[in-house]
């Protein structure tokens, strides 16, 4: 079964960067778009960015002018640079993958990865 696999993670200073990286252990597809969601204790997973197959991006209101995303279809692979972090950014970020844009017919998940913003 394909997995998605995140790295990157870690402790940042605010002000700092930060790369997420996040491949498949195998080729899948059919992807429509891949991206990240993060997710803090007692709240809602809520999206950070995604990239669709056609180069389309969406980010987040609260990481725009912050963050990056890119993705490589052909490799199955997608990144998200992060930089002038803010401690509320901390959170548990997930990759992900679907297949569908305005419905999805399925969706694969990383198993998160930790983000601490700290000094």
Known sequence: QVQLV???G???Q???SLRLSCAAT???FSIDAMGWYRQ???KERELVA???SA??????GSVKGRFTVSGDGAKNT???QMDSVKPEDTAVYYCYAKKGLTSTSWIIWGKGILVTVSS
Request: hydrophobic share 25%.
């Open 55 to 60: 180069g389309s991006i969406n980010y987040g």
């Open 26 to 28: 195998r080729s899948i």
């Open 78 to 80: 997608v990144s998200l």
């Open 14 to 16: 605010p002000g700092g």
């Open 40 to 42: 803090t204790p007692g």
């Open 50 to 52: 995604d990239i669709t």
């Open 6 to 8: 995140e790295s990157g």
């Open 10 to 12: 870690g402790l940042v």
